[in-house]
């Protein structure tokens, strides 16, 4: 037995179990499980990794400038309130430790993105759930959560594996809500996907105040989850605190040299957003015609409820869906035992799913 005693919180973290990209003996597979962009990288992106090559003893770029200024380009961004992570998963877990300790409450949906309780235990804090309607986090029910020793809201808008979405105005009733002093983090990697004209990725809301965080990934529709690349949008006292904790060189010169090319391949991007835009409503309406709920989403994945009737469970479909080689996930860690999260993916790989769900579906 080591003497050695970690901080409070760390033993009651489950490490992250993250979506399965193999099955033993099955050489093709349809990995469905971690909602990377259908279409994969720009190959703009794929060529600029690659240039880094030859740079591979240089120590990267610390502040990551070219590529803050090419983020702030797009979105109409001071680049100096812009912070860079390795994956947006770094910097949603540096505002926990900049802003959150023990005694303190972090507060989220009960079926919110899986890794906001380890960023809470990580720092001694106490992680906080509170319940949902209809698979989507209410703004009153937030309200409700909060006490006197609540820090941090995070909303993943759309959420994680639900899809379910906030409108502006609710997330707006939601920041006019919370006290001053209790940090709002609108986590929006999905936010490329959404086609709905009454939501906000929440540039304004940050705009509005000193409490409100937006985090963005390059790991969705841009398809960069190997470059671990990620950014939050911050009032300028919190950039300054992430910038003091954050390790000197977190993100590496090949993720900024991607990061840069991606946003420049516009014509991929809007690709990237209209194959979703088809596909999406495709597999949702195919699922739902097997038979199957279908949580209404917002990203590039849909929630598909399965019925317990001890054949056609989630865990029999698992089963199924890996003997032909398609990995879904399972949401049971999300608290959701009788759902399977599918990530929208090309053209072949949606059928593949219908097949497989028809044919299990029909099993007796
Ligand atoms: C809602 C949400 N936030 C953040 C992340 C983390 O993404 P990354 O660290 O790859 O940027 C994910 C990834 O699944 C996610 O679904």
Redesign the pocket.
Known sequence: MSSLTPRPGILDIAPYVPGASKIQGVERIIKLS??EGALGPSPKAVAAYSDMADRLHRYPDGGSVELRATIGAQHGLDPDRIVCGA????V?ALLARAYAGPGDEILFGEHA?T?YPLFALGVGATPVKVPETNYTVTVDALLAGVTERTRIVYL?NP??PTGTMLTKEEVTALRDGLRDDILLVI?A??AEYVTRNDYTAGIELVDAGENVVMTR???KIYAL?AV?L?WAYCPAVIADILNRIRPPFNVTSAAQAAGIAAIGDVEFLTRSRDHNTAWLPWLAERLEECGLDVIPSFGNFVLARFPEDGVHDAASAMAFFASRGIIPRSTASAGIPDGIRITVGIEDEMRAVIDAVTAFMDQK
């Open positions: 971690s909602n994956g947006s998963d770094e949603l993105f890794m993943a959420n994680n986590d990697a999905y990934t390059f790991s989850g671990r990620g």
